[in-house]
């Protein structure tokens, strides 16, 4: 009787082991992804045209490009996936702010649509890791460098 008391104990034991942190664990995973943050030196203009250059060179298409508001949206080519007839798209929404002359914060969230699985349907999630994130803040810097941010004369 003993041993089944013990043996009852440690399995409760071990049951709720690390259960303090399993809310904050379970909250992260669950929570809207914060914005990748960089902030650049140039003026609120010049990273604007930087940003978008940025896009372009990385093939996304500017959907929304909105100056006043400092709002950038752009999406890539749809990408055929693994399953038949499935595919996948990524969209990035960029939120410039910062004093005219600058230093720019750029704030990028990117998300990632999938459709084919035919288990979970359609699906769009925001992604707290990837590389696209340090692949277009590494082009607005190129830009920035390279006077893409420039105004054109047109």
């Known amino acids: 009787m003993r041993f089944f008391q013990l043996l009852l104990g440690l399995g ?3 049951a709720t082991a690390g259960c303090d ?7 992260e995973r669950f929570a809207a ?5 960089q902030v650049f030196q140039g003026s609120a203009n010049a990273t ?6 940025a896009l372009r060179r990385l093939d996304f298409t500017l959907t929304t490009s909105a100056l006043a508001q400092g ?6 080519r749809i990408i055929p996936g693994d399953s038949l007839g ?5 969209t990035f929404s960029l939120q410039l702010s910062g004093p005219a ?22 699906t769009a999630a925001a992604l707290r890791e990837h590389g696209l994130y340090a692949a277009l803040f590494a082009g607005v810097e190129a830009a920035l460098k390279d006077g893409a941010g420039a105004p054109s004369a047109r």
């Open 71 to 76: 709002k950038i949206e752009a999406r890539s």
């Open 86 to 90: 499935g595919a996948r798209q990524f």
């Open 33 to 37: 992804p914060q914005p990748k943050l």
């Open 101 to 122: 002359e600058g230093p720019t914060e750029v704030a990028a969230i990117l998300k990632e649509g999938t459709e084919g699985d035919f288990r979970a349907g359609p």
């Open 48 to 53: 604007f045209a930087a940003a978008q250059a």
């Open 12 to 14: 409760f034991a071990a």
């Open 21 to 27: 942190s399993m809310p904050t664990r379970v909250g």
